[in-house]
């Protein structure tokens, strides 16, 4: 609850005083004052509300004290009451305003703002993580993440970035960029038991942000994205190794959030404004709906890539399409279509691992083992270092006769 | 209000090829066209053009005399080669219009805040 509350109130502070510092240091204030108070007299009806207002008037007591404060009582005596009279705490209870949280989002994933600057300020100020959470999200020291949020912050106030939804015409393009930092969040949460906790938080996230903006079909599809890829997490590893969707333990799938993100794919397809997440979500639908991995609707898939692929043309939708089509056409296809795409995704330890594959379907051993190796080299996860490992090893059992199934053998590493 | 500079940059002017007279008619047609709609929208402050790194002088005090330096004072490939000082509600609007001075000169902005001043 701490963490939901703390985004709230500070949302709604930031509206109020239009400073992201002194609104933080205000809600941090007032859990101190809620620590006490709480354990005697039991958590309040509207815990948010309760946060505010405590946080609004402690701020509020704050800027009096201080010079800069006392000229601005000045200016807003009639509405701020006098010095010492009761004044703030009259106002009653606020309330928390959703409105303010969809405004705080689009501020700390403005695009003038760095990657790694929006995602440590939407999980600091959204998210309610400690600095040493955010920190150990990425794998930074506490004082790194402190000067890099200070800095944000510092680049908020100076330049003047807003504090409001874009308009209409922008609002598409600034919602990708807040949508991609939220992907981003779940995904760095992927197979680092260190980390799933920001995997539970991006998809916290992203159903407040479906919430505020029920018209945004793709804010939907990042929800339904990463309900079904949550769904498999059970059965994706086993003894700290990646276990591939073709091996893996269907029913260990998380069955209400399948149920959930088939829902809300449903329902994109019938709203029919397809987008990249709505895509990439009703792919990993098709893959939930099988009860085996033979009896996956490979013909679909191919299509919903190729869809995919004609609204984002990246080397790594290619690069799942090309697995996919190793279902569909073969491992010859699939090896012709990864050839293509080689070259420009000659660092990422997924196509090779994916030509690897490929190759031992073939039967081309040596060439396989080189391909492991390499994605070996390259991969970031313990798990995926594993899982490349025992590939190798299990190479050197294989039969040397190639593999002549067409649509069962090999493996799909998109849908993870 | 919020004041903000607009700034462009040039590399090395060896490697500049020069606009033919029609490249600079249009040019020409599309920066005024640009300064008549900031100036009638209040966004309008002040523009300037600047000379190559090698027209600067670095003036520095040292032991209490004046010391000139012919030359810029940061050696670098890149120069500030002019400028815009805009007047906008907030970073939103300032990139705005840097988006339209970049669709102008066909070069990146750079665009830096500048510093309220307490009272102003």
Known sequence: ??????????????????????????VQDAFVVASDRWLNDGIPPNPAGWIITTARNRAIDGLRRSARGRELDEQLGAVAGTSHGPGA?????????????????????????????????????????????????????????????????????????????????????????????????YNTGVDDPERASLRGEA???????????????????????????????????AESALVLLRDQDRTKWDRTMIEEGQAIVRACVRRDRPGPLQLQAAIQAVHCDADSFEATDWPQIVDLYDHLFSVMPTPVVALNRAIAVGETE?????????????????????????????LRRLGQRDAAKTAYERAARLAVTEADRRFLAQQIEELAGDDVQPDRRSASGGSHRSGR | ??????????????????????????????????????????????????????????????????????????ES?????????????????????????????????EVTPFFEMPGA
């Open chain 2, 1 to 74: 209000m919020s004041q903000y500079l607009l700034s462009t940059y040039a590399g090395d002017s060896k490697v500049r090829t020069p606009m033919t007279p029609e490249e600079t008619q249009t040019f020409m047609e599309r920066i005024t066209a640009l300064e008549s709609e900031m100036k009638a929208s209040g966004t309008f402050v002040f523009t300037g053009r600047l000379h190559d790194p090698d027209a600067a002088t670095v003036v520095r005090s040292q032991d209490g005399d004046l010391v000139m330096t012919d030359g810029p004072f940061a």
């Open chain 1, 203 to 237: 998809v916290r996230l992203a159903r407040a942000l479906v919430e505020l903006m029920p018209d945004e079909p793709e804010a939907a599809g990042l929800l339904a994205l990463m309900l079904l890829s949550e769904s498999r997490v059970p059965a994706r590893t």
């Open chain 1, 1 to 26: 609850m701490f963490r939901e509350v703390y985004g709230q109130a500070v949302a709604t502070l930031v509206r109020v005083f239009g400073d992201i510092t002194l609104a933080e240091d205000a």
């Open chain 1, 89 to 185: 705490e009259d106002w009653g209870e606020d309330e928390p305003v959703s409105d303010d949280q969809l405004r705080l989002i689009f501020t700390c994933c403005h695009p003038a703002l760095r990657t790694e600057h929006q995602v440590a300020l939407t999980l600091r100020l959204l998210g309610g993580l400690s600095v040493d959470e955010v920190a150990r999200s990425f794998l930074v020291s506490e004082s790194a993440m402190a000067k890099r949020l200070v800095r944000a912050k510092y680049k908020i106030k100076a330049a003047k970035i807003p504090y409001r939804v874009p308009a209409e015409a922008d609002l598409p393009e600034r919602l990708r960029s807040v949508l991609s930092v939220v992907y981003l969040i």
């Open chain 1, 330 to 358: 073969g491992p010859g296809a699939a090896l012709t279509a990864l050839n293509a795409i080689a070259p420009d995704l000659d660092n990422y330890h997924l196509m090779h691992a994916a030509r690897g594959t490929t």
């Open chain 2, 77 to 109: 490939k890149e120069h500030i080669a002019g400028f815009y000082i805009i007047n906008a509600g907030d970073l939103d609007a300032a990139l705005a219009w840097a988006g339209k001075v970049v669709d102008a000169i066909n070069h990146p902005i």
